[in-house]
Structure formats: C-alpha cells, structure tokens
C-alpha cells in the first residue's frame, strides 16, 4: 500500500509555471507506475500525465503535450509535474495516483489517490 500526498499547488497567472509534486509512503514506490490528473469545477476527472515504473515511459494528455513535463525520482519517492506555460483552463484540483500497471492513462487503473492541490490560473 502507498500513501500520497501532493503539494506546489498555487495561483498564478496566464503563462506562468508551477512544479507539483507527490510524495509517497512505503518501500515499494518504484513498483507503481504514477500518474496525474485533475478535476474542474463540474467536469469529470482527467487524466494528464503518466510515468512507468522506472520514468522511461511517458504519455501526455494532448491538452498539455509540450506544456508538462512529468518525471519521478524513486530515490526520493516522489513523482513531479512540471507545469509551463498555464492557462487558465488549466486551472482544476491536480490529484497524484498510483498504480499496479506499468503506467496507465486511466483513472479506472489507478489504486491510490492523494488528496488533491489546488491550481488556479488567471488570465
């Protein structure tokens, strides 16, 4: 089992960067491949970014290709999300989730969930 919890969230404006991150409990962290996702006010969750197991996969939301960068360092047992050039529909509660898969794009995969950040981008 793993527990999650994210923090860098924050408000800023248009064009901005913000660097999340997610740190987790246990020894097994580089077993869980890692994701993110968000939530805005009355919308569905969506995925954003994923990363195996050992960081060598990625797959991005095409909303924030070439935006977002995620990465992790098992050492540290965190998980990142490097967030460039916000907009503001990018503003929602950004959640980290891990998963049993190798890396997945689905929140239907995902076992463990931190309780959210807030980011909030002003135009």
């Known amino acids: 089992q793993v527990q999650l919890v994210e923090s860098g969230g924050g408000l800023v404006q248009a064009g901005a960067s913000l660097r999340l991150s997610c740190a987790a409990s246990?020894?097994?962290?580089?077993?869980?491949?890692m994701g993110w996702f968000r939530q805005a006010p009355e919308k569905e969750r969506e995925f954003v970014a994923t990363v195996s197991w050992s960081g060598g996969y990625t797959r991005y939301a095409d909303s924030v290709k070439g935006r977002f960068t995620i990465s992790r360092d098992n050492a540290k047992n965190t998980v990142y999300l490097q967030m460039n050039s916000l907009k503001p529909e990018d503003t929602a509660v950004y959640y980290c989730?891990?998963?049993?898969?190798?890396?997945?794009?689905?929140?239907?995969?995902?076992?463990?969930w931190g309780q959210g950040t807030q980011v909030t981008v002003s135009s």
């Open positions: 246990g020894r097994t962290f580089s077993s869980y491949g």
């Open positions: 989730a891990a998963t049993n898969d190798y890396y997945s794009d689905s929140f239907k995969r995902y076992d463990y």
